[in-house]
Each structure stands twice: as structure tokens, then as C-alpha cells.
């Protein structure tokens, strides 16, 4: 689905017309990929729109930056305020929210240090990510040829722009082969993530998620599903996985900002089938809490009309 245009977009700290948001063609982070972004949501509630775990997502954007030892010019005060400017005066009840960190126009060359530090929030409607068939009756996976990074390669932990030429690749071979989403092993063999999401599976009642030192990034989605998960009596661990849990799983789903939670209904043709309870209550806790209807959740939940 093409992008659709909002009214104004956040750069380096002055609100600018949607179309007037460019870079230059020389800007060092389009030739090397040296830059961190982040994912966000804001939902529609009774309270108007609410962003879902800001705090966490700016957060990972700084702790992200930090491992690049890139220098983010404005405090985490500052990005979450322009954060939710942003969203308010686009005057939209739910959108996506994308801040970016790259580093501009300036010097070329690999050395990163010369270069200026831009940052950049753009908000856009965005429906389901992986398709509303996908939502209801699952997705159907392709384990790919690809290998997720390598953490002395790349650092997972970090969402850096140039990371997802290998995410990119991956879901350009499971679409091309007739899949919805790719699954990316480690280098060591054992199940990873997906190219924008984390992965669980399901096993006699117990959610089961891959750890970080398989190479996944530490989803904030994830994250929602462990406290769901604890508090409606669901056993949760994170172990490593091999792909025949993925083909012999019960149940399995995937987790992201932009997708949600998605059920899996199939891994290289191995059927699991429509979405089981355990995937269907975690989706309806995990839908209700987004738009402010779970107390317990509250927290959560932050408002952009304060
Ligand atoms: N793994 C990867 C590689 C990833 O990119 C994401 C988010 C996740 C796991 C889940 O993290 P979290 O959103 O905190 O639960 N991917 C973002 C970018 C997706 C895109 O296509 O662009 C997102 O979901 O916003």
C-alpha cells in the first residue's frame, strides 16, 4: 500500500510540510546505512490517541544510537514531546510513528564522525502490516536462505537502518516463493526472529520465544506478550529453538509494532493450522490493552492530548 501523506513531519526540532521533508542525495547514512530508527503505534481511545510504550521505544532509539556511538542532539524529553507533537498536529486518532536517526550531509567517507546528527518523526495511518486474512487466520512462513546477523557482525539489539538489507533479502525470497514472511535462523542454526517481528511458538500451554543471543531484536511487543502471557496464567520461557519446534508447534505466532500479533499457520508447508486459544487470547488482551481498555495496562497507554 502506498504511503499516505500526513500534513507535517518533525525534522530537527521544526514542524515542515509533508513534501518538504527531504535529504540530500550525498547524505552519508543513503551510502553506508549508518542509522537508528524506531517502530511506534498510536492507538484510538476513549481518551484520544494514546502512544503505546513511548518511553520504551525512545528508549531503544537512544540505546540504539548509543552502539553505534552516534550522538542524538536532542535529549529523551525532547524526542518524546516532539514525539507526540507530532501525532497531535497531524490530528490523527491512530497512526504509525517513525523517528529516525542518520547522519546527514557533511563529509563522505566511511569515517562516521565528521557528520551531522539529523533526526526526523513521521506519522502515517498504517493498517495490518501482514494483511487482515493473515490477522484472522495466520500466516504462512518460509524459513529462509538467509542467516540472521551475526551479534560480532552486526548487534541485534540495535534497530539500525542498514541492518535491514538482511531483512529485506529475506522477505524478498519468501514472497518470491509464495510465503507471507520469512523466519531467519542464527548462524548457529537455531530459530531467530522474523524479518520485522519476534517469533514464539506454543508447547503444552507454554509460550516459548527465541532469547536474544539467538540474534533477535528485544521487541517491545515481545515484551507485552511476557507480561499477558504471566498474567493470564500462561507458562513463558525463552529458549532456543530449532525449526522442527517450529514445524511440530501447537500453536505459533509472531509479535511487532507494525504487525501486531499474528498468528502462523503454516512453516515451510508444515501445517499448525488456524490460531489456537493461547494465540487468540494473547491478540485479544493485546488489542484491548493498545486502545486503554485494561486497567492493569494503564501505563502503557500515553495520552497525546496529556
Ligand atoms: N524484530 C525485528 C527485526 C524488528 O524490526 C521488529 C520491529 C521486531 C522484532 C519487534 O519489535 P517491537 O516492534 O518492539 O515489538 N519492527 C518494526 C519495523 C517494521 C518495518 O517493517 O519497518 C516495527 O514493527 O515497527
Given at each position: 500500500m502506498p504511503l499516505q501523506?500526513?500534513?507535517?513531519?518533525?525534522?530537527?526540532?521544526?514542524?515542515?510540510a509533508w513534501e518538504d521533508a527531504k535529504v540530500h542525495v550525498l547524505t552519508h547514512s543513503l551510502h553506508y546505512g549508518?542509522?537508528?530508527?524506531?517502530?511506534?503505534?498510536?492507538?484510538?481511545?476513549?481518551?484520544?490517541?494514546?502512544?503505546?510504550?513511548?518511553?520504551?521505544?525512545?528508549?531503544?532509539?537512544?540505546?540504539?544510537?548509543?552502539?553505534?556511538?552516534?550522538?542524538?542532539?536532542?535529549?529523551?524529553?525532547?524526542?518524546?514531546?516532539?514525539?507526540?507533537t507530532t501525532v497531535r498536529v497531524n490530528g490523527l486518532v491512530s497512526c504509525y510513528i517513525r523517528p529516525i536517526v542518520y547522519l546527514g550531509y557533511g563529509e563522505m567517507g566511511l569515517n562516521p564522525l565528521p557528520c551531522p546528527v539529523n533526526v526526523s518523526i513521521a506519522v502515517w495511518p498504517w493498517g495490518t502490516y501482514l494483511g487482515d486474512e493473515g490477522v484472522e487466520h495466520g500466516v504462512r512462513m518460509k524459513i529462509s536462505s538467509w542467516k540472521?546477523?551475526?551479534p560480532n557482525v552486526m548487534p541485534p539489539a540495535a534497530k539500525g537502518t542498514g541492518m535491514y538489507i538482511n531483512s529485506s533479502m529475506a522477505k524478498l525470497e519468501a514472497l518470491k516463493s509464495g510465503y507471507d514472511e520469512a523466519i531467519l535462523l542464527s548462524p548457529q542454526g537455531y530459530v531467530s526472529e522474523c524479518t520485522g517481528e519476534n517469533i514464539f511458538v506454543v508447547r503444552d500451554g507454554v509460550i516459548i520465544t527465541p532469547p536474544v543471543s539467538a540474534g533477535a531484536l528485544e521487541g517491545i511487543t515481545q515484551d507485552s506478550v511476557r507480561t499477558i502471557a504471566n498474567d493470564h496464567g500462561f507458562g513463558y520461557r525463552e529458549d532456543n529453538l530449532l525449526r522442527s519446534d517450529l514445524y511440530t508447534a501447537q500453536e505459533a505466532f509472531l509479535s511487532g509494532t507494525a504487525a501486531e500479533i499474528v498468528p502462523i499457520r503454516s512453516v515451510d508447508d508444515r501445517e499448525i493450522g488456524e490460531p489456537?486459544?493461547?494465540?487468540?487470547?494473547?491478540?485479544?488482551?493485546?488489542?484491548?490493552?493498545?486502545?486503554?481498555?485494561?486497567?492493569?495496562?494503564?501505563?502503557?497507554?500515553?495520552?497525546?492530548d496529556g
Open positions: 501523506p500526513t500534513d507535517k513531519i518533525w525534522m530537527d526540532g521544526e514542524l515542515v549508518c542509522g537508528v530508527f524506531e517502530g511506534i503505534r498510536a492507538y484510538a481511545t476513549s481518551r484520544g490517541p494514546a502512544v503505546f510504550r513511548l518511553g520504551d521505544h525512545i528508549t531503544r532509539l537512544f540505546n540504539s544510537a548509543k552502539i553505534f556511538m552516534i550522538d542524538i542532539p536532542f535529549t529523551y524529553d525532547e524526542i518524546v514531546d516532539a514525539t507526540k540472521r546477523h551475526d489456537g486459544p493461547v494465540t487468540r487470547k494473547i491478540q485479544e488482551v493485546f488489542q484491548a490493552a493498545v486502545r486503554g481498555e485494561v486497567d492493569r495496562y494503564k501505563n502503557w497507554n500515553d495520552y497525546v
